[in-house]
């Protein structure tokens, strides 16, 4: 291995850990992320951790601050209001290009991912607070295949990134809110699946928005 590819591993291994360490609450929403301490506890150089912080901000789950660095992304309700206002616009009118445009593969891809969804087990077994990341990764493929079938890339690219934004909000709903208010999940994606299997967009798109706002009413309430 060159050292251009030996890099690029240690690159994306750094940024597997630490996306994982900031959404299982290793790393707090508002803590701040300092390069050296960074660099010794995943053991890369601070070129490295410089890269990984750029991608993960990308994403929304770290924000760059001029002269101080990155943290990671506060809370705040007013950000999580704006950012539910926007994907259910977006999600929602890629999903209704979706049910007009996919086809019987897509159709059979999103059955499967839903699949895979429904027999992962939601909570982390060694943490009842906690989704599991198993079940966080099935559910990003399910509604990432969701919208897949829209017939615009960039539609796409844009729904696929407010998703990642609001990853930090869902993984926190769960000690933040459903211990007081628990939520079927499960007969929330067997709607959404329903509804668009049928061809009813009107219906999917709102089964989808109710979905996306539980999450938000959790977290506010």
Same mark, same amino acid.
């Given at each position: 291995?060159? !050292? #251009?590819?030996?890099? !690029?591993?240690?690159?994306?291994?750094?940024?597997?850990?630490? #996306?994982?360490?900031?959404?299982? +609450?290793?790393?707090?929403?508002?803590?701040?992320?300092?390069? /050296?301490?960074?660099? $010794?506890?995943?053991?890369?150089?601070? +070129?490295?951790?410089?890269? *990984? =912080?750029?991608?993960?901000?990308?994403? +929304? =789950?770290?924000?760059?601050?001029?002269?101080?660095?990155?943290?990671?992304?506060?809370?705040?309700?007013?950000?999580? @209001?704006?950012?539910?206002?926007?994907?259910?616009? &977006? @999600?929602?009118?890629?999903?209704?290009?979706?049910?007009?445009? +996919?086809?019987?593969?897509?159709?059979?891809? =999103?059955?499967?991912?839903?699949?895979?969804?429904? #027999?992962?087990?939601? &909570?982390?077994?060694?943490?009842?607070?906690?989704?599991?990341?198993?079940?966080?990764? /099935?559910?990003?493929?399910?509604?990432? !295949? %969701? =919208?897949?079938?829209?017939?615009?890339?960039?539609?796409?690219?844009?729904?696929?990134?407010?998703?990642? /934004?609001?990853? %930090?909000?869902?993984?926190?709903?769960?000690?933040?809110?459903?211990?007081?208010?628990? #939520?079927?999940? @499960?007969? $929330?994606?067997?709607?959404?699946?329903?509804?668009?299997?049928?061809?009813? /967009?009107?219906?999917? *798109?709102?089964?989808?928005? !109710?979905?996306?706002?539980?999450?938000?009413? %959790? &977290? %506010? @309430?």
């Amino acid at each position: 291995m060159d !050292k #251009r590819a030996s890099t !690029k591993t240690r690159t994306g291994d750094t940024y597997d850990r630490l #996306r994982a360490d900031i959404l299982g +609450g290793h790393w707090r929403p508002g803590d701040r992320l300092k390069f /050296a301490l960074l660099s $010794e506890r995943y053991e890369v150089s601070i +070129g490295v951790i410089r890269e *990984v =912080l750029s991608r993960l901000a990308e994403q +929304g =789950l770290v924000r760059a601050e001029p002269q101080l660095g990155f943290r990671v992304t506060p809370i705040s309700a007013t950000d999580l @209001e704006d950012l539910t206002a926007v994907r259910v616009d &977006i @999600e929602g009118l890629a999903l209704r290009y979706s049910i007009d445009r +996919g086809d019987l593969d897509w159709e059979a891809r =999103l059955v499967a991912a839903h699949h895979a969804l429904d #027999r992962t087990q939601r &909570i982390d077994p060694e943490d009842p607070t906690r989704l599991s990341d198993e079940w966080a990764a /099935a559910h990003a493929r399910f509604h990432d !295949k %969701l =919208l897949s079938g829209c017939g615009s890339p960039r539609l796409h690219a844009i729904a696929r990134s407010v998703r990642d /934004a609001a990853e %930090l909000y869902r993984r926190w709903s769960v000690p933040l809110g459903e211990e007081k208010t628990p #939520r079927d999940v @499960e007969a $929330e994606h067997r709607e959404i699946l329903e509804a668009t299997i049928d061809r009813d /967009a009107d219906r999917a *798109v709102a089964a989808l928005t !109710k979905h996306i706002s539980i999450t938000t009413r %959790l &977290i %506010l @309430e």
